[in-house]
């Protein structure tokens, strides 16, 4: 199995794209918060890179290997870019976008 092929999927650039979105927004909203601190940045490499990109490739070579699992792919693709649209919001709240109510739950 190529790594490289598993890291240069579509679907894993959407995740790094998306992610590296979420971190400068994030960063930026903590400045003018004011509540910046480079601690926070180590723990978001150890929490959401390692949830968000190396748990994909994980579901991606398990549906690589198990083809009965292959559909779980493209549900757990969905579940993080979700989750990830989500975070991005919250920061983009943050900045005092108004955001329908739905949204800030």
Do not use: C, H
Not at 36 to 43: C, D, E, S, V, Y
Not at 59 to 81: C, D, N, R, T
């Amino acid at each position: 199995m190529d790594i490289t092929a598993l890291f240069g999927t579509t679907q894993m650039q959407w995740i790094v794209i998306l992610l590296a979105v979420d971190v400068v927004l994030g960063i930026i909203a903590a400045i003018i918060k004011k509540e910046f601190a480079f601690g926070k940045l180590g723990n978001f490499m150890k929490g959401l890179v390692l949830a968000y990109v190396l748990g994909f490739a994980v579901i991606e070579i398990v549906g690589q290997a198990l083809p009965k699992l292959v559909l779980i792919v493209p549900a757990v693709f969905i579940l993080v870019i979700i989750s990830l649209l989500a975070s991005i919001l919250k920061n983009l709240g943050r900045f005092g976008l108004p955001l329908p109510a739905i949204l800030k739950k």
